[in-house]
């Protein structure tokens, strides 16, 4: 049986070789001047150089997204990009696709460098096998369908083009945050902050919580408020996506590709959600259900609730998060903190919320869940010892473990 690949998002280097620690068989990562999520998530051409070794080196795969609808000044930005990919050719670095919405860039790309695989950005909203096939027969080698796109509808597509013998792979995002309107396709952020969603650079307006008002016809002027809860109204934010509890349906329809939302968040998301998917796909595949463990897991990111968006059908109010907090916040669990080094059983972790002696911790591995006890712990700096450890500029604890660890683990802490 062909699994789906496990696609995560990798923001940076260090969430790159997370995420592949952790199971994912591919990472996606963005050109800096020409790529979708352009805040603090792509890479610079070293980084770039960088990130394909690393995925070499792990026999891993690296997509690079070039995914904007450029205006003309961008197109500038796209020679260079052209320049700098025949560059690494040259020192025999190639991405093992990139990810092209624009037609334009897209016939840059074909023509200027050829040995280049090219994959249909979601942005592109390709919805049936006919437009699979249009992208097919202009030689992209995948297409990644937009989130609207049903189960029952993936596998009409699948059938379709197999029938016309068309041979295109298809990938589809599984779990992450929704837009609320078509993928992308979305003015309000630009409107609302100029920040073009188009161009990456989303400042996810929809999410905000809204204040409402009403005014009678004959009373012009006196603005009666419409509360929902104390946090306002989130009337346009989208629940995120998750369909880790129904990856055998995910299997069964034909995807090549299972691909988890969210090149922006944290190092701590990297490893749980390629972790989370990579062994519920293991299970899905032998027919297993999810351990209570991997669910308990999942509740570890962070979210607005979770829905299975557009997979069994159209989202009506369930997909929807009117009322409450953004989702930043967790009650259970938080991010306490990523190993930095290891001696024997003495590991140096850098530290991402605050932690005091005694605080019940996870060390999250590839393949479990080990809790611990934070003992005494020291500052890695002058190792001298602390009562309490704050998060900030990459401040580092010292402490004994009895238990195996490596370099780039992530750990909880228990609320
Ligand atoms: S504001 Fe919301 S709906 Fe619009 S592009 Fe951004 S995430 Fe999508």
């Given at each position: ?6 696609l ?5 280097l ?5 995420a ?21 998530s ?14 070499k ?10 995914n ?7 197109m ?13 050719k040259?020192k ?11 037609p ?21 909203n ?34 379709k ?11 589809a995002f599984?779990?992450?945050a ?16 100029s ?20 005014e009678?016809?004959?009373?012009p002027?006196?603005f ?19 369909m ?10 034909g ?17 749980i ?18 351990t ?9 990111i ?15 109010a369930e ?26 059983k ?5 530290v991402?919320n ?15 869940t ?11 700096a ?13 401040f580092?604890i ?14 909880r802490?228990?609320?």
């Amino acid at each position: 049986m062909k699994l789906p690949e496990i696609l995560a998002p990798a923001g940076d280097l260090e969430k790159l070789k997370t995420a592949y620690m952790y199971g994912a068989d591919a990472c996606y990562m963005g050109m800096k001047s020409v790529s979708m999520r352009v805040k603090g998530s792509t890479m610079d051409i070293d980084e770039v150089e960088a990130a394909l070794k690393i995925a070499k080196k792990m026999g891993k795969k690296l997509y690079l997204t070039m995914n904007i609808y450029a205006h003309e000044n961008k197109m500038n930005f796209l020679e260079k990009e052209i320049e700098r990919l025949k560059e690494m050719k040259k020192k025999d670095l190639v991405p093992d696709g990139l990810l092209i919405s624009d037609p334009g860039i897209l016939m840059e790309v074909k023509e200027a460098c050829p040995w280049i695989d090219i994959h249909i950005s979601t942005q592109a909203n390709t919805l049936n096998a006919s437009a699979c096939e249009f992208w097919a027969k202009l030689g992209v080698k995948r297409v990644v369908l937009g989130r609207e796109v049903s189960l029952r509808e993936v596998k009409q597509i699948r059938e379709k083009l197999k029938a016309k013998g068309i041979e295109v792979e298809l990938e589809a995002f599984v779990h992450g945050a929704m837009c609320m309107a078509y993928s992308g396709r979305c003015l309000l952020s630009n409107f609302m902050t100029s920040r073009d969603a188009n161009e990456g650079m989303c400042a996810h307006s929809c999410r905000w919580n809204y204040k409402m008002y009403l005014e009678e016809e004959k009373r012009p002027g006196e603005f009666i408020p419409v509360y929902e809860d104390e946090a306002g109204t989130s009337i346009m934010s989208t629940k995120d996506m998750c369909m880790l509890e129904h990856l055998d349906d995910i299997i069964d329809c034909g995807l090549d590709s299972a691909k988890i939302e969210g090149r922006h968040k944290t190092v701590f998301y990297a490893a749980i959600a390629s972790r989370i998917y990579r062994q519920a796909m293991d299970l899905a595949a032998k027919g297993k259900k999810l351990t209570p463990e991997l669910l308990d897991l999942m509740e570890t990111i962070n979210t607005r609730g979770y829905s299975t968006g557009f997979w069994y059908g159209k989202p009506g109010a369930e997909g929807q998060k009117y009322t409450g907090d953004r989702g930043d916040y967790n009650e259970k669990y938080c991010f306490a903190g990523v190993i930095r080094k290891v001696d024997g059983k003495t590991v140096d972790m850098e530290v991402r919320n605050t932690l005091k002696q005694g605080d019940k911790l996870d060390i999250i591995t590839p393949k479990e869940t080990i809790p611990v006890k934070l003992g005494e712990f020291r500052n890695a700096a002058n190792d001298e010892i602390i009562e309490e450890a704050h998060a900030g500029q990459g401040f580092t604890i010292r402490f004994e473990v009895s238990e195996e660890v490596k370099e780039g683990y992530v750990l909880r802490k228990r609320l």
